[in-house]
C-alpha cells in the first residue's frame, strides 16, 4: 500500500476590511474648545473649514435648529467629503447621517421630488421610548419532562433566583424550545421579555466560576442579580422617518428595506405618520433627533431640485442639510443662467458656505504618511519624498493611488520597503491627468471623432484633477 501524502497549508488569519478612499477618517479632529489639531482622527490641514465645521456639528447635536444649509466649496481633491465623513463619525450611531451624490436622484423608478423626500426623511430620527417587563435572575434549576411516546407536549420547570428572592416558573412548549435552543444551563444568568418571551443569555454566575468542566475560552462572568426577579425595563429605539414611512406604506412592510424596493410613497402615508409621531412627542413617547442630509456634487441638480430644497428647508421637520460642490461660476442645470457654484443666489442666500484650500507640500506629506499606514505599506523615506513632490504637482488623488501599485510593484522584486524605483516603475505605467492631456493634443490626429481645432493648447481646457 502506497505512503499517503497530506499537503498541509498553513495560512495567516486576518482581519479582512474593505479600504476606501476616507476609511482612515475617524471624526474631525477638534478639540473640546472646538480648536482643530494640525493632524488628528485622520484629517489633515483645512483648520478654518474644520472648525466652522465643528460649530455645525454642535449646532447638531444640540438639536434646537432645523432646515439649516452648509455649502462646503473648494477645488477638486481639497478634502470636502473628508469633511463631512469626519462630521459623520464625530455624531455617532445615534443621529442620522444621510450621504447621496446628487445623480443619484435622476432614476426611471421614482420622481426627483420624491427622491429627494426619501432623502430628507432619512436624515431625521425619532427616539422612541417604550417600557418592558423583564424578569432576571440566576439558574438554580431546570426540569423538563419529556413524555415517552405520542404526541404530548413537553412540560417544565425553571427556578430563578437573585440575591433576594428565589421563585420556580412552569415552562411551556416554546419556552422550553427557546431554553433549549440558548444552551441555558444551572448556573447561567439569563433575562427573559416577558411580552415576547424572549430568552437572552447574560453570562454565566460568578459562583460556578469554579466549575471548569462548564467553562470554555468565551465564558463571560456576571454577577448574580439584585432586589425583585421581575423588573421593568426602558428600552430606546432610534428609526428613522423614512423607515416608519416603508413599513407603514408597502405590503411586505419592512421587508421592503432590505429589499430596496420602497417605490414612490403616498403622501397621505406620511401626513399620518408625522400626525402619529406628533402625538408621541406630546405623550412624551418619542422625540425628534434631527440628522444631517449630505449631497455630493450639488452642481448636478438641477432648477427643479434647487426649487424643492428651498421649499423643504423652510419646513420644522427639516434637517441640517451640508451640500458640496467642485465648480466655479458655471450654468445652472435646466437654465441657461450662470450662477456661482451652479446654484440659484436665492438658495446660495440660505448656505453657510465654508471653504477648502489646497494642501501644501508639508500637509500632502502628513496625509501620505496615515495613508501608507492605513493600506499598511512600508515605505523609505526617499519613496515618501519623491511621492509628496509628485503629489504636489499632479494631484493628491493620484498619489495616493499609487500607493498599493508601488507596493505591488515591491513586491514582485521581494521588496519589503517600497523606494524610489518602484514608484518610478507605477509613474511611467500610470499617466495622470496632465500628461494624459498633453498626449492627446500631441496626437489629436490619430483618434476618432477629435474635437480639437488646431492651434488649442491645453491651457484653454479644463485639465486639473
Known sequence: MGDVKVSAEVRDLTRIER????????????????????????????IRARKAAGVILQMIREGKIAGRAVLLAGQPGTGKTAIAMGMAKALGEETPFAMMASSEIFSL??????????????????RIKEETEIIEGEVVEIEIDRPEAGAAAKTGRITLKTTEMETIYDLGQKMIESITKEKVSAGDVIAIDKASGRITRLGRSFTRSRDYDAMGPA???????????????????????????????????????????????????????????????EEGKAEIVPGVLFIDEVHMLDIECFSFLNRALENDMAPVLVVATNRGITKIRGTQYRSPHGIPIDLLDRLLIISTEPYSEKEIRQILDIRCEEEDVEMTEDGKELLTKIGFETSLRYAIQIITAAHIA????KGSEVDIEDIGRVYTMFVDVKRSTQFLIEFQHQYMYNELPDGVGGDEMETSA
Open 19 to 46: 479600504i476606501g478612499a476616507h476609511s482612515h477618517i475617524r471624526g474631525l479632529g477638534l478639540d473640546d474648545a472646538l480648536e482643530a489639531r494640525n493632524v488628528s482622527q485622520g484629517m489633515v490641514g483645512q
Open 410 to 413: 515591491c513586491q514582485k522584486r
Open 109 to 126: 423608478e421614482m420622481s426627483k421630488t420624491e427622491a429627494l423626500t426619501q432623502a430628507f426623511r432619512k436624515a431625521i430620527g425619532v
Open 219 to 281: 465564558t463571560k462572568f456576571v454577577q448574580c442579580p439584585e432586589g425583585e426577579l421581575q423588573k421593568r425595563k426602558e428600552v430606546v429605539h432610534v428609526v428613522t422617518l423614512h423607515e416608519i414611512d416603508v413599513i407603514n406604506s408597502r405590503s411586505q412592510g419592512f421587508l421592503a428595506l432590505f429589499s430596496g424596493d420602497t417605490g414612490e410613497i403616498r403622501h397621505e402615508v406620511r401626513e399620518q405618520i408625522d400626525l402619529k409621531v406628533a402625538e408621541w412627542r
